[in-house]
């Protein structure tokens, strides 16, 4: 099976975990956009979704599906994203598609947190993935010296020849070159730098559950 197979099955394995009349948030990537495109089927079937991300808003606003402002939203019972790394425990380096702070937000407000991935993704060991971290641009060089004393090697992510930036006008710093042993350890740490707004590190809250493309089908991890 192809990569783009097996993030289409565990899109749609995760509509199982959609809920009836309410309402789903979701993530962003190319495997949450395989997910987006499974949910508009049953669109009928939910009050609306919550995006982590402009370009997610736009792909559901597209197939018709009502997204709501967070802040209208109380409580959701389920957020649906992709993740760039994923262990056994559910902790997550994710932030590749630079959407890593609004999917944490997202992600708080909901019960649970289903992680789609193809199996690819599935480490044991986090960190062979550049780590994001979102910073405000006027802290980019005091928080990149930050982090290189942690370890690794921080680089501001470029895009066109230009510094990156999120849909919160901010920039991302990839540290690579780590080897994470203790993830929620180090998502404290780094949150706790002036400057940063959100590390990728997904372990506090980690993911709930974990739908895993392999060619022998859909494996539940939870
Ligand atoms: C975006 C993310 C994505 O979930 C992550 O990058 C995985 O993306 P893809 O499904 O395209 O492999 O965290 O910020």
């Not at 789903?24 to 995006?51: P, Q, R, W, Y």
């Amino acid at each position: 099976m192809t990569q783009d197979e097996l993030k289409l099955a565990v899109a749609q394995a995760a509509i199982a975990y959609v809920v009836e009349g309410e309402i789903v948030g979701v993530g962003t990537g190319s495997t949450a956009n395989f997910f987006i495109d499974e949910l508009a089927k049953i669109k009928h079937k939910i009050k609306g979704a919550v995006a982590s991300s402009e370009a997610t808003a736009s792909r559901l606003r597209a197939h018709g599906i009502t997204v709501f402002d967070l802040n209208e939203v109380s409580a959701m019972p389920v957020y649906i994203d992709g993740a760039d790394e994923i262990t056994a425990s559910g902790a997550m380096i994710k932030g590749g598609g630079a959407a890593l702070t609004r999917e944490k937000i997202v992600a708080s407000v909901a019960k649970s947190f289903v992680c789609i991935a193809d199996g690819s993704k599935f480490v044991n060991l986090l960190g062979k993935f550049p780590l994001p971290v979102e910073v405000i641009p006027m802290a980019r060089e005091s928080v990149i010296r930050a982090l290189n004393a942690i370890g690794g090697e921080a680089k501001l992510r470029m895009k066109d020849g230009a510094a990156l930036l999120t849909d919160n006008g901010n920039v991302i710093v990839d540290i690579h070159g780590l080897q994470i042993a203790d993830p929620v350890a180090l998502e404290k740490q780094i949150n706790n730098i002036v400057g940063v707004v959100a590390v990728g590190l997904f372990a506090v809250q980690g993911a709930n559950v974990c739908l895993l493309g392999t060619s022998e089908g859909v494996k539940t991890l939870q």
